[in-house]
């Protein structure tokens, strides 16, 4: 049970740096980000990376509380912000995406920690290796996903494509396991 646990919230770590970067072209349609579209994408895809580093920094004290009173606020965050960047707006996106960064970042810190104090010192190894390979099937996956968004050149088909909606998504599912 601890494994799929692991795994689950390893997966958060791998698929929060990449699964923005296949989707770009069918934001770019959607907003219409004719102008400023390296910006746009820009923060879209970067505005996590802040939040996870402002709560992987603060996580050290809050762990304190509990590691696992930690990974579930954790799941909650991240349930939260990925929920709302279901929401094809790009206000919700940015927002959604600034909690999914918080959520990540308590995972960063308490998730290893919790490892640490409950994995006996002989399985360790093997438990570590999952967590990573866990980042590892997560970017695979995230890129994976791209083969159901319509070709770049289909214009009208990445504007009106909802497979954005299911790659924003997917997290969620790995917060309920």
Known sequence: MFALLQTAIGFQLGYIFCYTNQITPALNEKFNWTDNATRNESIVGSCSTVTLMFSAAI???????????????????????????????????????????????????????????????????????????????????????AVFLPKDDDLDGLKKTHVTQVIFGLPIVFYVL
């Open 59 to 145: 996580s050290g004290r809050l762990i304190k509380y509990g590691r696992r009173k930690a990974l579930i606020l954790s799941a909650v965050l991240g349930i939260i912000g990925t929920a709302i960047t279901i929401y094809e707006k790009v206000w919700a996106i940015i927002f959604g995406r600034l909690i999914y960064g918080l959520s990540v970042g308590i995972i960063a810190i308490a998730m290893p920690r919790l490892m640490e104090e409950t994995v006996p010192s002989n399985l360790t190894g093997a438990y570590g290796g999952l967590y990573c390979l866990s980042f590892a099937f997560a970017t695979l996956l995230a890129y994976a996903l």
